[in-house]
């Protein structure tokens, strides 16, 4: 079955350093893999997703991930971080017909001054 | 073009009422998935409606139900409510039904059951 794994509840970084995200995937074939943030009071917001073809996704507000599937990981990555991007991340797959979509658990970034 | 709305924002209700929430997609879309988030569970897939119909369902009981008009806009029903039914209420609208298609969520709908 289809799962996705975020080790990291809470992540916290400076302003201005690099983030790197982790998730791992278990999916049966090729797979379909996005990454949302929440902002605190808001909704999902869709930064990028991997269907196929490069493993290095770019998505919206300088955001990256690199597919391995050697390692079974879409790990999400921001060479320079901001304030604004202090939120809760999230990665997921398609799921089977009782799930639309899987989510892991989230991250929670906070960044320091 | 307005991106998904969701109403109302925040509702206070007490154990076994009922309520209902309403979601308008994105113009076009024809899918409307509804979510639901909690700390201990965090993001569960409810159901997804497409064109007016059911098209799948996660694993909640029967008290959660929903529907679809024909002009896309989805309400979902929780019936004799439970303290543990407090949660954000999210929906979504896609393009299509299938799982890869990107999904617009709207700001949620905060639950709390007293």
């Not at chain 1, 791992?24 to 917001?45: E, I, R």
């Not at chain 2, 639901?36 to 996660?58: D, H, V, W």
């Not at chain 2, 029967?62 to 008009?69: A, D, I, L, T, V």
Request: positive net charge; glycine residues 10%.
């Amino acid at each position: 079955a289809q799962s996705v794994t975020q080790p990291d509840i809470h992540i916290t970084v400076s302003e201005g350093a690099s983030l790197e995200l982790r998730c791992n995937y278990s999916y049966g074939a090729t797979p379909y893999l996005f990454w949302y943030v929440q902002s605190p009071g808001q909704g999902l917001q869709l930064l990028l997703k991997y269907f196929s073809g490069d493993t290095l996704v770019q998505g919206i507000k300088g955001f990256e991930a690199e597919f391995k599937r050697s390692q079974s990981s879409f790990n999400l990555r921001k060479p320079s971080v901001h304030w604004s991007d202090a939120a809760e991340y999230f990665c997921a797959v398609p799921g089977n017909r009782d799930d639309k979509i899987i989510f892991g658990k989230g991250t929670r970034l906070h960044i320091l001054p | 073009k307005a991106g998904v709305t969701q109403t109302p924002r925040y509702l206070i209700k007490t154990r076994g009422q009922q309520v209902t929430l309403s979601c308008s997609p994105i113009s076009g879309h024809r899918s409307v998935s509804w979510y639901q988030q909690t700390p201990g569970q965090g993001l569960q897939f409810l159901f997804e409606y497409f064109s007016e119909t059911q098209r799948n369902k996660g694993n909640f009981p029967g008290r959660f139900s929903g529907r679809q008009f024909s002009n896309s806009r989805s309400e979902m029903n929780v019936s004799t409510l439970e303290l543990g039914d407090s949660a954000l209420y999210l929906c979504a609208s896609s393009l299509g039904s299938g799982g890869i298609d990107t999904q617009y969520f709207g700001p949620g709908t905060r639950l709390t059951v007293l």
